[in-house]
Structure formats: structure tokens, C-alpha cells
């Protein structure tokens, strides 16, 4: 069975840093794409970066040059580097597949305190 297993999350002081990492099995995952997301109280599930089996990264303007995702194919595992966190980065973040998302795992909890 397919899944995803995000941790890594916690809580930290505005200008922190965190990184989450996220486990997938069940998936030829060195050939997806993969993503990270975020979803804050009250509002929709949105896309943070992406890392492409061909190692190039995008990010969402909100996080450019704070959080770097990378992936380790080897080991299955998609992590995000996230410094110079703000109060409005806290959110519950998520990782899942880009072309074909599976079900979703149960996120890790990101806290921003001011």
C-alpha cells in the first residue's frame, strides 16, 4: 500500500528554522515529481515548492529564498529546509506526488510564534 509520512514539524520562534521530511513507499518514486504543501487554518491546501525527478525546484513567491526542498531517491524521502520562518508560514504541511497525488498522510504541524 501506498503511503506518505510527513514529519519534522514543530514549534519555533519567528526567524527559526525547521526541517520536515517526508518518507514515501509503494511508488517508483525517483521518477515523480514531488511536492510539498501547506494548509492553514480557515483556508485552502496550497503549493509550497516542487522538486522534479530531474533535481530542478520551484517555489511559491511566499517562500523563495527561505525553504529548500530536496529529495534523496535512494531512501525514498523528500525534505524541506525552511528558514526565516514567519507567523504566517504555521500550518499543517503535507507532501505528496505532483502528476498523481495519493491519498494524503496526516501532516506535520508547523507553529510560528511572533
Known amino acids: 500500500q501506498v503511503q506518505l509520512v510527513e514529519s519534522g514539524g514543530g514549534w519555533v520562534q519567528t526567524g527559526g528554522s525547521l526541517r520536515l521530511s517526508c518518507a514515501a513507499s509503494?511508488?517508483?518514486?525517483?521518477?515523480?515529481?514531488m511536492a510539498w504543501y501547506r494548509q492553514a487554518p480557515g483556508k485552502q491546501r496550497e503549493l509550497v515548492a516542487i522538486?522534479?525527478?530531474?533535481?530542478?525546484?520551484t517555489y511559491a513567491d511566499s517562500v523563495k529564498g527561505r525553504f529548500t526542498i530536496s529529495r534523496d531517491n535512494a531512501n525514498n524521502t523528500v525534505y524541506l529546509q525552511m528558514s526565516s520562518l514567519k507567523p504566517e508560514d504555521t500550518a499543517i504541511y503535507y507532501c505528496?506526488?505532483?502528476?498523481?497525488?495519493?491519498?494524503w498522510g496526516q501532516g506535520t504541524q508547523v507553529t510560528v510564534s511572533s
Open positions: 522538486a522534479t525527478s530531474k533535481g530542478t525546484s
Open positions: 505528496n506526488f505532483l502528476t498523481v497525488p495519493i491519498t
Open positions: 509503494g511508488r517508483f518514486f525517483s521518477i515523480d515529481s
